[in-house]
C-alpha cells in the first residue's frame, strides 16, 4: 500500500534536512581544515620557542648525572695566581688532577689567551700529553675531505682538538640567541659530547639510539635539556693548585675547565631560563650538553604531521563551538578548550619530555573564533530580525483577534439582554401558562445567564490581553463579601442537594476590588457545585495569619489528577474530568481568579488528588 502524501512530504522533507546538515557540517569542517592549513604555514618559531622555555622554567628540573665536575676559574682564583692563570698554573694543576684520576679533561678555553713563555708551552704540553682523555673545545667542524685539519698549532699538536660547538638560535629557528640544541654529528664526524656520553651510556654511541635525535643541514642534532644555571658542582681552579681538591670529587669524572669572569659574553649563553646576558657560562651549557646524552633525555619535539593534526582538530572544534553555542557559554568552553590544551602540553612535557605545538593551535583557536563570530552574529542578527518581524505580525493579528472578540461579546450582550427580558415579562404575566410553558422558559433564561457568563469572561479576558485590569479599591469585609457570593449560589447548590457549610472568623476590613474579588470567590464556588457529587458538602473557610487574610474552598468533588495541577490556571485549559462532564465552560474561570488575584498582591493555591476532592486557597494581604 502506498503511503499517505502526508507522510511521504514529512520523510522527504527530513531527509533532505539531513542532506543539508550534513552539508553544513562539511562546508564548516572544509573551512577550518582550509584555515588550519593556512596557519600552519605562517613562521611562529619565536612564538613556539618562548612556549617552549616557559615549558622548561615552570617543569621540575632533572637530577644531575653525577659525573660531571666544573673546575671555575673565578676571580677568587685570579687573585690566587696574581691574573689570569698562565700555562705554568695550568700545568701545575694538571699534574695535581694526574693523581686524582678523572675520566676524561675538558679544556673550554682559548689557548691564544693564556698567557706564558715557549718553556712554559712545552712544560704544558708533555704533561697534557700524559692524558690520552684530554680535549680542547672548538667551535670549528671538519667538512668531508677535509680530515686532519683540525689540529692545534705547536707545541699542542698532540692534544686532540675535538668539535663541540653551541648551536645559538640566531640565524635559524627562533632567532632570539637563546640555546636550546646541541650537535650530536656533522657529515659523519662524531663530536665530543656523544663520545665521551658513551663511554658511561653505550646506547648513544649509535646516533639512532639518541632520544629525541632530527636532522638539520647535514647535521643530526638534539634538544638539551638543560638545568637551571648552578646546578653543577663547581670547583675554583687555584684549589686544585693548592691540593685541596679529594679523589672521590673527581675520580672518573668528566672535568670541564672554564672561566666565569663576567670579562665578555663569548663566555655565556642565553637559556630558555634566563635571556640575560650572562644567564649561564658556556662551561655549564657543556655539562648540560653531557649530562643530556649521559641520562639520554633529550626532549622529543613531535613531528610536524602530528602539529598539523592537532591545528586541524582544534579549529574543527573552535568552529563547530562558535555555531553551535550561545556566545557567551561558547566562550566559556572556547576558554576552557584553550586552558585544557596548555595543560596537556605541559604534562606532555613534564614529566614525558614530548614538546607539543602549541603556537599554531592556540593561533588556530583565536583566528577561528573571531573570525567566524562576525559571522555566526550575521546569522543571528538576520534571526532575530525575523523573529521580530513575525512577532510583529503576530502581535497585530492577537490585537485583532482581542478586538473582534470585544466586539462581537458586547454586540452579543444586547440581544442575550433582550431575551432574558422577554423570559421576565413572559413569567410576569398574569395569563396562565402551562408547566411545559415555564420549564422552557426557565430553560431559556438558565441558558442566557450561562451566555452571559461565558462573555463576561471572554471580555474580561480580552481587557487582561488588551488594556489591563485597574483595581477600584475599597475597604470591605471579606467575611460579608464571601457571605454574600454563598447566598448567590445557595440556589444552584440546592438544585443538587449539597450543602455549602461556612466557618469563617471574625477579619477586620480589607482593602480589594469588591468586583473583581467577588468573580474569585463566584468562579471557585460555581466549580464545586458544578463539579461535586449531589448530596455532597462544600466547606467555605476564612481565618487571618501573619498578615495575611486566607480564604479555603473545598469541595468532595472528583478531584484532579497531580500532572494536570500545574496547567490549571493556564487560559483556556480545562482538566480531563470538566471535558468528559456535560458541563460546558470557557476555561477562563480560572486564569481569570488567578490573575485578579495576583492583582491583590495575593497568591492562589490548589490541592487535590483523583477521587479525593479538591482544596482552593486564596491569600490575600492585610493592606
Known sequence: MALPPSLKTTDTTSRWDRIKFLGIMVFRVALATGLALFINQIKLDFFEAYLYDLRVRYSPAPETSGHILIA????????????????????????????????????????????????????????????????????????RGEE?????????????????????????????????????????????????????????????????LFNFLETDQIYIRFRP????????????????????????????????????????????????????????????????????????????????????????ITVYIVFAVRPAVGLLIIISLLLSYVAISYFAFWPFGFWISMAHPLLAIFLCYYFFIPYRLIIENRRSWEYYEKNRLLKQVEELKTNFISMMSHDLKTPIARIKGMTDVILADQQSVSI???????????????????????????????????????????????TDVIKKHEFLALIKKMKIHSELEPLFPIRMDPDLMRQVFSNILENAIKYAPEQTQISVKTYEKDGYVFFVISDQGPGIAAQELPHLFTKFYRSANAKSSPIKGSGLGLYLAKYFTELHQGQIFVESDSGKGTIFVVQLPQL
Open 72 to 143: 671555575e676559574i673565578n676571580p677568587e682564583s685570579v687573585e690566587y695566581f696574581k691574573g689570569i692563570p698562565k700555562f705554568s698554573d695550568h700545568t701545575k694543576v694538571l699534574e695535581e688532577l694526574k693523581q686524582l684520576g678523572p675520566r676524561a679533561i675538558v679544556y673550554d678555553l682559548n689557548y691564544d689567551e693564556i698567557g706564558g713563555n715557549n718553556a712554559e708551552k712545552n712544560d704544558f704540553a708533555k704533561t697534557a700529553d700524559q692524558f690520552p682523555q684530554l680535549f680542547v673545545l672548538t667551535n670549528f667542524l671538519e667538512m
Open 148 to 212: 686532519g685539519k683540525l689540529k692545534m698549532s705547536e707545541p699542542f699538536e698532540r692534544i686532540k682538538l675535538f668539535s663541540g660547538p653551541k648551536s645559538t638560535d640566531t640565524a635559524n629557528f627562533a632567532k632570539d640567541g637563546v640555546t636550546r640544541r646541541m650537535m650530536v654529528n656533522y657529515q659523519d664526524q662524531v663530536m665530543i659530547h656523544p663520545f665521551l656520553a658513551s663511554t658511561y651510556n653505550q646506547d648513544v654511541s649509535e646516533k639512532y639510539k639518541i632520544r629525541g
Open 229 to 316: 644555571t648552578n646546578s653543577y658542582d663547581k670547583i675554583p681552579f687555584h684549589y686544585f693548585a693548592e691540593g685541596k681538591v679529594s679523589p672521590q670529587a673527581v675520580k672518573d669524572k668528566i672535568i670541564i675547565i672554564g672561566q666565569n669572569l663576567e670579562l665578555t659574553e663569548k663566555d655565556y649563553i642565553l637559556t630558555p631560563y634566563s635571556r640575560s646576558s650572562i644567564a649561564m657560562t658556556t662551561t655549564e651549557m657543556h655539562a648540560n650538553m653531557f649530562d643530556t646524552l649521559i641520562s639520554n633525555n633529550a626532549i622529543v619535539r613531535a613531528p610536524p604531521w602530528l602539529n598539523l593534526a592537532l591545528t586541524i582538530l582544534i579549529s574543527i
Open 436 to 482: 411545559e410553558q415555564r420549564e422552557a422558559v426557565d430553560t431559556i433564561r438558565s441558558s442566557s445567564d450561562d451566555l452571559l457568563k461565558f462573555i463576561n469572561s471572554i471580555l474580561n479576558y480580552a481587557k487582561i490581553e488588551f488594556q489591563g485590569v485597574e483595581l477600584h479599591w475599597q475597604s470591605k469585609d471579606p467575611n460579608n463579601l464571601i
